[in-house]
């Protein structure tokens, strides 16, 4: 363990993948590196890349790095893929669009599964970024899996969202809802070449001129990724971004709240496995379980039962 450290603290990134394996495993080693890393963490620019299927988005992670590469920041990248609800394997698509990647100097890919999870993120996710930005990453860069109006986690872990979008997808309708037209501190419309980016930008910019938001706001630009038009404009919006951040003291609010809804959810995790074991070994809550299946026990009656019993023990 100690060694392992060791050569983690000296930039090695075989030793990043080792700490990573560990983590995303939830194995006591894993838990016991969070805790010697957790100091170290907070500097990394985290940026969120997030849109609908077929957006762009790897295309566009892939010749955005090139460019901050080329600036000399180092990079971590996290792809989060799929899970098959019925093999509960992934195909970690993103990991063999960005090939290119890794062969450059200073960047780090990693794949993770979704593994159940709704929000376009894996859980351990948060975890990841954590482990990059201690090993001294510059920008780590989570490309989601880009599921829709539910894609809200990568909001919780990331100073800036930019939200990809091309033409012909309805952008005229997503104006009008609620939800993950919203979230992006940066539009992009990618595929600009195609017809339609005239009036999807126009769209965008008339939700953002009547939306309520002050503190920030959102730029909107055209991109053309496989020809790698427009990345450089991107790379200076985020790094408007960033200032906007640092100096409006957002950039540590946000430090504060993602330490804490860390916390909350790692306590979550421990309540559900203490209930999960109550399940499996306590003959009390078992009855109580079977007399819901059998419908004589109504849930909330029965969720209230096993709660303070397993508060009392």
């Given amino acids: 363990m100690d060694k392992l450290m060791e050569t983690f603290e000296k930039n090695d990134p075989v030793a990043l993948g080792r700490v990573l394996k560990e983590v995303e495993s939830q194995s006591e080693k894993g838990y016991e590196i969070l805790k010697r890393t957790n100091k170290e963490k907070g500097k990394a620019h985290v940026i969120g890349i997030t849109g609908p299927p077929g957006a762009g988005k790897s295309t566009l992670t892939s010749k955005l790095c090139k460019q901050l590469v080329n ?69 780590i860069i989570i490309e989601t899996v880009g599921v829709g109006q539910v894609e809200f986690d990568v909001l919780e872990i990331s100073d800036s969202v930019v939200l990809i979008g091309v033409p012909g997808l309805g952008d005229a309708i997503q104006t009008v809802k609620a939800g993950i037209m919203e979230i992006a501190d940066i539009y992009v419309v990618n595929q600009a070449d195609r017809p339609g980016a005239d009036e999807s930008v126009k769209d965008l910019k008339l939700m953002i001129k009547e939306s309520e938001r002050k503190d920030w706001k959102p730029s909107v630009l055209k991109t053309i990724a496989t020809e790698q038009e427009g990345i450089s404009e991107l790379i200076d919006e985020l790094e408007r971004h960033k200032t906007h951040l640092i100096t409006t003291k957002a950039w540590e609010k946000k430090r504060k709240e993602r330490n804490y809804n860390r916390f909350v959810g790692r306590l979550d995790e421990i309540v559900h496995e203490s209930v999960e074991g109550q399940f499996k070994t306590n003959p009390k809550t078992q009855s109580i379980i079977e007399q819901v299946k059998e419908g004589t026990m109504n849930p909330f009656s029965a969720a209230n039962k096993i709660a303070e019993y397993i508060i009392k023990s």
Avoid: W, Y
Wanted: some cysteine; overall charge positive; glycine content about 14%.
């Fill in 71 to 139: 600036k000399g920041f180092t990079i971590g990248i996290i792809c989060v893929d799929p899970t098959s609800p019925f093999t509960g394997g992934a195909l970690l698509g993103d990991r063999i669009r960005m090939q290119e990647l890794a062969k450059l100097p200073n960047v780090f890919i990693k794949s993770l599964a979704t593994r159940g999870s709704l929000g376009g993120m894996a859980h351990s996710t948060a975890d990841i970024v954590q482990l990059m930005d201690s090993f001294g990453k510059d920008i």
